[in-house]
């Protein structure tokens, strides 16, 4: 899309100053229990915006930029909203990403600043190979960050690598994908257990996941520091904060329930807004 497409996507997007009052509002709440929970520590907060309106993405972020990291679950509802967004947002993609919309995506989208959800050692390499692409196109200067996403619960659901297997998935991206960097290690855990933890219990996915960055950079030799923590979402994120999160994944809370994939629009057109 050239930047005139996009300047125009820009353009016509309408932006309702209640919705926004609204949205800045949540935010502003979530910002105060985050640093009520971190304990001083800088922490990344992703909005969420899965499903919801680009309209709503740019009523938070704004022009000069506010907020700027949000996170997708869908690639192709991630690709569609970059090219109508301005590029000063820093997309994160969270969900669980097919290995055949790795390439396509880093390399269609130069402003996608992490990828959450990586759990194979192909999902990097296509990831890579689309980084690369992007890099010969145009001047880059930024590696693509990924996260390990780990499956600490054990549920045959949950997407994920084994916490035995995290430290074979880490080396590979530290060592076959120059175009990468791993940046830190991701989980969502069991709901049972987010939902059983109170401020006296630790959540055992946040015990599992920090033990697993323990082992990993033990293993490699590598400092704590340079591997975050992602953990925590609207149910759970000022436990994962209290067990040492550094990025906090945070949808409900902000946009409000999200409707079924089904009813989402991409953009709301300025007919429907007035409802
Ligand atoms: C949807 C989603 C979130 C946000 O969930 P909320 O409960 O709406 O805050 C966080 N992380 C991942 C991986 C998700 O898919």
């Not at 304990?39 to 700027?68: C, F, M, T, W, Y």
């Not at 996403?149 to 916490?163: D, F, H, R």
């Not at 999200?258 to 953009?267: G, M, N, T, W, Y």
Request: glycine share 6%.
């Amino acid at each position: 899309m050239s930047e005139e497409n996009q300047a125009n996507g820009e353009e016509t997007m309408r932006v309702d100053p209640q919705r926004a009052q609204v949205l800045a509002e949540n935010v502003g709440g979530v910002l105060q229990k985050i640093s009520g929970a971190s304990g001083g520590r800088k922490v990344r907060l992703i909005a969420v915006s899965k499903l919801k309106p680009a309209n709503d993405i740019l009523a938070l972020h704004r022009e000069p930029p506010q907020h700027v990291h949000f996170g997708e679950n869908y690639a192709q509802e991630l690709t569609e909203k970059a090219a109508m967004l301005p590029r000063t947002i820093k997309w994160h993609i969270i969900g669980a990403l097919q290995t055949n919309k790795c390439k396509p995506l880093a390399e269609q989208v130069p402003n996608l600043w992490c990828v959450s959800s990586v759990d194979t050692a192909k999902k990097s390499d296509a990831l890579e190979k689309g980084r690369a692409a992007l890099a010969e196109k145009q001047e880059l200067s930024e590696k693509l960050r990924v996260l390990a996403q780990i499956n600490t619960s054990g549920e045959a659901e949950k997407s994920g690598v084994e916490p035995k297997d995290a430290t074979e998935l880490c080396k590979h991206i530290m060592e076959k994908c120059p175009h990468l960097q791993l940046a830190g290690l991701m989980t969502i855990g069991a709901i049972a257990r987010s939902k059983a933890s109170t401020p006296e219990t630790e959540n055992e996915d946040f015990v599992t996941l920090r033990t697993v960055r323990d082992q990993v950079v033990k293993n490699l030799g590598i400092e704590a520091n340079d591997l975050e923590l992602s953990m925590g979402m609207s149910s759970d994120f000022e436990a994962a904060l209290r067990q040492g999160s550094d990025e906090v994944r945070v949808g409900t809370t902000i946009f409000g329930e999200r409707p079924q994939r089904k009813d989402a629009k991409i953009k709301m057109d300025t007919t429907e807004e007035k409802k």
